[in-house]
């Protein structure tokens, strides 16, 4: 593991049938392991000087916390890297009472909790963002978690509602279909595994939770986005979600290898920092009422966060939320313009249409 687990490891195994253990050391090696393959890539760095400023590897930061109210996380992160300008690889297992703004935010998505109930929570989860330097390189975003909720008036300790949730979204800025067929195609085969109806249900559900309403365009090309998975039995949906974490690797790495050594002009860099500042601006100017945690989102999806997305309204709700490690994923460097549009026919604008209308790609 890239640090000592939240939980006291001998606790984890000496209750290794309870599935609060078995995520737990799962999500930790995930992010052992995604850590180590971004490492490598960095370590290795980059043919030649294509960006014109020389700089050296670094290593992943580990700052390992603890949250007063219960539970903790470790954020692992690169920063001003050879090849990533920012990568965040973090996992949180939090656990405590259950805010009254996020029960009624479970309610409206159909969870039956009694209006005088005194809910306990445990969510654990690892999520990633990873900022290349290099504008060929996409953008990737994933999140895997797990929750329970426990009515503390409810005398029957059995009664435990629990779920699983997550995905994995590729935002590139210099569009490669063939890259975006290969990310597809990798989630795809993953969930195959299990059920030949959950990719083409998961990609659905993706594009149309991550499309911009006000922007008439979604945040990348798409890929799996699911929550309230607890079916069809615990074992299996955990299956499912493994599946899915161990896919990271697989969908993405190649692309950056593909990439990562690929010339650029100054367009190129200027169009990815207009990409990540277009939403990036809201975070000076957050709404007090939509200001919730953005669990190690990328700002490239602040505005789409502040708006819609259910983790980013479950998190800052909690007491004891972490802003080094909320904020960690925002970029070094972005970049505002006024009205700025790509002229119609260049790759810039092509992306745009993408984006404005998801395809299959598989």
Same mark, same amino acid.
């Not at 209750?15 to 490598?40: A, G």
């Not at 405590?96 to 005088?116: C, I, S, W």
């Given at each position: ?16 049938? %309870? ?7 799962? =999500? ?5 392991? =995604? ?51 920012? +990568?965040? $690889?973090?996992?949180?297992? $939090? ?20 209006? !005088?109930?005194? @809910? ?8 990633? =963002? ?5 504008? !060929? ?17 409810? @005398?029957? %300790? ?18 490669? #279909? ?18 030949? #109806? ?34 069809? %039995? ?20 190649? =692309?950056?290898?593909?990439?990562? !050594? ?17 939403? +990036? ?12 945690? &953005? @669990? ?8 789409? !966060? ?17 802003? #080094?490690?909320?904020? &960690?994923? @925002? ?14 026919? %260049? ?16």
């Amino acid at each position: 593991f890239m640090a000592e687990t939240i939980t006291p490891l001998a606790t984890l195994q000496s209750n290794s049938d %309870s599935m609060r253990s078995q995520f737990e050391l799962f =999500v930790m090696k995930i992010q052992k392991e =995604v850590c180590d393959s971004l490492q490598q890539i960095e370590s290795k760095g980059i043919d030649g000087n294509i960006d014109g400023d020389k700089k050296e590897s670094v290593q992943f930061k580990v700052d390992r916390w603890t949250r007063e109210e219960g539970g903790g996380g470790v954020t692992c992160i690169i920063q001003d890297g050879v090849v990533f300008e920012k +990568a965040g $690889v973090n996992i949180s297992v $939090v656990h405590g009472d259950l805010p009254p703004q996020a029960a009624q935010q479970m309610r409206a998505r159909g969870k039956t909790f009694k209006e !005088n109930a005194q @809910l306990k929570f445990f969510a654990c989860g690892v999520s990633s =963002v990873i900022h290349p330097t290099n504008p !060929n390189v996409p953008t990737l975003h994933f999140n895997y978690r797990y929750f329970e909720i426990k009515d503390q008036n409810d @005398l029957d %300790s059995n009664q435990i509602q629990w779920w699983f949730g997550g995905g994995t979204d590729m935002t590139p800025y210099i569009l490669n #279909e063939s890259d975006a067929i290969h990310f597809h195609k990798t989630l795809k085969t993953a969930c195959d595994l299990h059920n030949k #109806e959950y990719y083409p249900k998961f990609k659905k559900w993706c594009d149309n939770y991550f499309f911009i309403t006000h922007r008439n365009e979604s945040r990348g090309i798409g890929g799996l986005f699911f929550d309230d998975v607890d079916y069809p %039995s615990q074992s299996q949906a955990f299956s499912f979600v493994k599946s899915c974490a161990n896919a990271i690797i697989p969908c993405y790495i190649p =692309v950056v290898n593909r990439n990562v !050594n690929k010339g650029y002009s100054y367009s190129d860099r200027k169009w990815q920092l207009l990409r990540r500042g277009r939403y +990036a601006s809201l975070v000076i100017g957050m709404d007090k009422k939509n200001y919730h945690l &953005m @669990l190690f989102f990328d700002e490239r999806y602040v505005e789409f !966060n502040l708006i819609y997305d259910r983790g980013t309204k479950f998190g800052l709700m909690t007491p004891g939320a972490r802003y #080094e490690s909320i904020l &960690m994923s @925002l970029p070094l460097v972005a970049r505002w313009e006024y009205c700025s549009a790509p002229k119609e026919g %260049s790759p810039e604008h092509n992306l745009l249409q993408v984006l404005k209308n998801p395809k299959d790609w598989v």
